[in-house]
């Protein structure tokens, strides 16, 4: 299958994957290194399943992230989405629970501003305080740590932040909470720091176990 047959291709799962520009002092993100790295499509256990990466970047600023993430998801129609991050105090590669609707009016953005309550309220105001992926994380977990590159961990968190990370993953959740029913097949990655081709190299194939381990935990 030729990259210039994508068209012609009726995928099995449409994924849609993005990652996240400079931020603080953090002037190459891996979140980004590893997302615009990932080829087109993949094949798994008979399954060819598209992988959609956006061209530019998400930019570390909550209204940005508001006004973006919702039109890729309609735009894309994605089966299943997935959110990279960078988490500079870790040295693992972590699923994250889920994410809370409180809390962004504590941290400014790479813009300076804050989400406050009151535009939290005005937004989401009848959301959930909080929401968890229904993707099956226990499961996916140990699959995926069968598949991952060796000598990285690769784990489950419940520590998702009240920065553009955990916005960006609430954003995602609340969306599909109110179109699917309760279906809600989106994840957070956080990713370690990683420098230079061979650690980026190496954060895209933990990633893409991580796409295997999805595809088989949802085909049982």
Request: aromatic letters at 10%; proline letters at 6%; charged letters at 25%.
């Given at each position: 299958?030729?990259?210039?047959?994508?068209?012609?291709?009726?995928?099995a799962?449409?994924?849609?994957?993005?990652?996240?520009?400079?931020?603080?002092?953090?002037k190459?993100?891996?979140?980004?290194?590893?997302c615009?790295?990932?080829?087109?499509?993949?094949?798994w256990r008979?399954?060819?399943?598209?992988?959609?990466?956006?061209?530019?970047?998400?930019?570390a600023?909550?209204?940005?992230?508001?006004?973006?993430?919702?039109p890729?998801?309609?735009?894309?129609?994605?089966?299943?989405?997935?959110?990279?991050?960078?988490?500079?105090?870790r040295?693992?590669?972590?699923?994250?629970?889920?994410?809370?609707?409180?809390?962004?009016?504590?941290?400014?953005?790479v813009?300076?501003?804050?989400?406050t309550?009151?535009?939290?309220?005005?937004?989401?105001?009848?959301?959930?305080?909080?929401?968890?992926?229904?993707?099956?994380?226990?499961?996916?977990?140990?699959?995926?740590?069968?598949?991952?590159?060796q000598?990285?961990e690769?784990?489950?968190?419940?520590?998702?932040g009240?920065?553009?990370?955990?916005?960006?993953?609430?954003?995602s959740?609340?969306?599909?909470?109110?179109r699917?029913?309760?279906e809600?097949?989106?994840?957070?990655?956080?990713?370690?720091?990683?420098?230079?081709e061979?650690?980026?190299?190496?954060?895209?194939?933990?990633?893409?176990a991580?796409?295997?381990?999805?595809?088989?935990?949802?085909?049982?």
């Amino acid at each position: 299958m030729a990259e210039n047959d994508d068209q012609e291709v009726s995928y099995a799962l449409k994924v849609l994957v993005t990652g996240f520009g400079a931020f603080q002092d953090i002037k190459v993100n891996p979140s980004w290194e590893i997302c615009s790295q990932l080829p087109p499509y993949i094949s798994w256990r008979g399954l060819d399943i598209q992988i959609i990466t956006p061209p530019n970047p998400l930019e570390a600023a909550y209204h940005t992230l508001l006004s973006v993430v919702p039109p890729l998801l309609d735009e894309h129609k994605p089966d299943i989405v997935l959110h990279i991050g960078l988490a500079v105090e870790r040295d693992y590669f972590a699923i994250e629970k889920g994410a809370e609707k409180e809390g962004y009016h504590q941290y400014p953005d790479v813009r300076r501003k804050v989400f406050t309550k009151a535009e939290t309220k005005k937004i989401w105001g009848k959301g959930s305080g909080r929401l968890n992926s229904s993707i099956s994380i226990e499961d996916v977990v140990a699959r995926w740590a069968k598949n991952a590159p060796q000598g990285l961990e690769v784990k489950q968190s419940d520590d998702v932040g009240s920065y553009v990370c955990g916005f960006v993953y609430y954003t995602s959740l609340e969306y599909f909470e109110r179109r699917s029913h309760g279906e809600r097949p989106v994840l957070f990655l956080h990713v370690p720091p990683l420098e230079g081709e061979e650690e980026v190299d190496k954060g895209k194939e933990v990633f893409l176990a991580l796409i295997r381990a999805i595809v088989e935990s949802r085909s049982g």
